[in-house]
């Protein structure tokens, strides 16, 4: 039997705290937060008419949405792509965004005691940098651009470390699905695959 030390990343006090935030600057009720399975509602569920009216959080959603960014950035990276998103609509924030936080607001609240684990079980030179890449194709309705997605992690017959993640919308837009991954895995690489390689080496 092999002992493998382990540690966590726990910040259920942040996520509690977004909850509180959310639910003070919103005047809303923690009663009309309802469990839901992903932190994203799907966009196809929208009014035409949601993604141009104003919202009504408009005066204070960067507030709330950036205090949830370090919480995905830091330890929760399956909330980073519906953070990333309304990040991006602070100063044009519309109804759609408005049901877009609470959706995401209701997932933290219900996955507040979620935890990262890492364990290391192994020597060094047992180890190596592990990337994986994907995009999702078109996923933008409203102007078909895909988002890049990577998680990094350093890996071993007994380890598991998550070292960075990356969530991020694309800059045109792609023709295929094979196109959008490809620009995914040049901008994973070069930006945090290869320095992250280079780094390990020396280790």
Not at 77 to 95: F, G, H
Request: contains cysteine.
């Amino acid at each position: 039997q092999i002992k493998i030390g382990s540690y966590q990343y726990e910040m259920s006090g942040h996520a509690e705290s977004c909850v509180e935030r959310y639910l003070d600057l919103s005047k809303m009720k923690l009663e009309s937060l309802k469990q839901v399975a992903t932190p994203c509602i799907d966009d196809h569920q929208l009014q035409a008419e949601d993604f141009t009216t104003p919202g009504k959080l408009s005066p204070v959603a960067a507030r709330i949405v950036l205090k949830a960014l370090y919480l995905a950035r830091i330890g929760r990276p399956d909330a980073l792509w519906a953070v990333n998103t309304l990040a991006r609509e602070v100063t044009k924030w519309t109804i759609a965004c408005d049901k877009r936080l609470l959706r995401l607001i209701s997932y933290l609240h219900f996955t507040k005691d979620w935890v990262q684990t890492c364990f290391v079980g192994d020597k060094p030179q047992e180890c190596w940098i592990a990337m994986f890449v994907d995009a999702s194709f078109a996923g933008d309705l409203q102007d078909s651009k895909s988002t890049s997605g990577m998680y990094l992690c350093l890996v071993g017959p007994h380890t598991f470390v998550p070292i960075s993640w990356l969530c991020k919308k694309q800059g045109a837009v792609s023709h295929s699905s094979t196109e959008s991954e490809v620009i995914s895995l040049e901008a994973s690489l070069r930006t945090e695959g290869i320095p992250a390689l280079a780094l390990w080496e020396k280790v």
